[in-house]
């Protein structure tokens, strides 16, 4: 199975990229976290992200806060699929984040998620990986099927509060 890799700028972004380390260990899939900054260590982001794809990774899910630069930097040095992760931040709430991760220039995708959206990020990843990975897909079927079914039960269960609200 192709690895995932996790970078950031190592601030504020730490707890998000803890959870999306967690769903992408739920799935069984591997996964490498790097700190880098595609202002402080550009070379750095550009010659991991041209060697991602020989190095064993299929996707790459980079968090960023404020202008959320490292994800462009990162997208523009490969063909490898890119997973924004806006992060929340004292000054714009993460919205600064969020326009720039999704205001790339044209011939350089990101893919974007919510604010701190670290868990959809690994799903999004766990997704793109399953299109070639039939186990995966089958852990990705089953956990649609109990969300699904966990919807079901609190339908359920408002129906009979429901049910004995009116009763009395």
Do not use: W
């Not at 992760?85 to 000054?91: D, E, F, N, R, T």
């Not at 205001?103 to 990101?110: S, Y």
């Amino acid at each position: 199975m192709k690895k995932v890799a996790i970078v950031t700028e190592g601030g504020s972004d730490f707890s998000t990229v803890k959870e999306t380390a967690a769903e992408l260990e739920k799935f069984g899939i591997p996964y490498e976290v790097h700190v880098m900054s595609a202002h402080r260590t550009p070379g750095l982001a550009a010659e991991f992200s041209k060697n991602a794809a020989e190095n064993g990774f299929g996707v790459i899910i980079s968090a960023s806060e404020k202008i959320a630069f490292l994800a462009c930097e990162i997208a523009s040095n490969t063909i490898l699929p890119v997973i924004g992760i806006p992060v929340k931040s004292l000054a714009l709430d993460g919205l600064d984040a969020l326009l720039s991760t999704v205001q790339m220039p044209r011939g350089v995708p990101v893919a974007s998620v919510a604010i701190n959206g670290g868990v959809n990020a690994a799903i999004l990843a766990a997704q793109i990986l399953a299109l070639s990975d039939k186990e995966l897909d089958k852990k990705l079927c089953e956990m649609k099927e109990e969300m699904a079914a966990g919807v079901i039960k609190k339908d359920e269960k408002l129906q009979e509060e429901v049910k004995n609200i009116f009763k009395n």
